[in-house]
């Protein structure tokens, strides 16, 4: 059973940073490209950035130079460095696992919630 279990969400003032991380079984993690969505309040839910087995990344461009993913493959684990918060940015952000570099949707996990906010 595949279990994508994301953590490290919060309450963040703007302009400051947060790390998620998310930890994958259940699947051989090298073989997946990984990938964090994000759904806010009455907006559809969107990639946010993914990242491929080599490391190839792919971000939106509302977060790029701002955001960075990052797997490590032994651990299993995915990452997302969010600097700069904007609150715009508030969403519950959802690690996902999938074969498309472009939309890694095969597999969610249920989300965490950041909250950008002073």
């Known amino acids: 059973q595949v279990q994508l279990v994301e953590s490290g969400g919060g309450l963040v003032q703007p302009g400051g940073s947060l790390r998620l991380s998310c930890a994958a079984s259940g699947l051989t993690f090298g073989s997946y490209v990984m990938g964090w969505y994000r759904k806010a309040p009455g907006k559809e839910r969107d990639l946010v950035a993914a990242?491929?087995?080599?490391?190839?990344?792919n971000y939106a461009g509302s977060v790029k130079g701002r955001f960075t993913i990052s797997r490590d493959n032994a651990k299993g684990t995915v990452y997302l460095q969010m600097n700069s918060l904007k609150p715009e940015d508030t969403a519950v952000y959802y690690c996902?696992?999938?074969?498309?570099?472009?939309?890694?949707?095969?597999?969610w996990g249920k989300g965490t919630l950041v909250t950008v906010s002073s």
């Open positions: 996902t696992a999938g074969s498309s570099f472009w939309a890694p949707t095969r597999y």
């Open positions: 990242i491929s087995s080599g490391g190839n990344t």
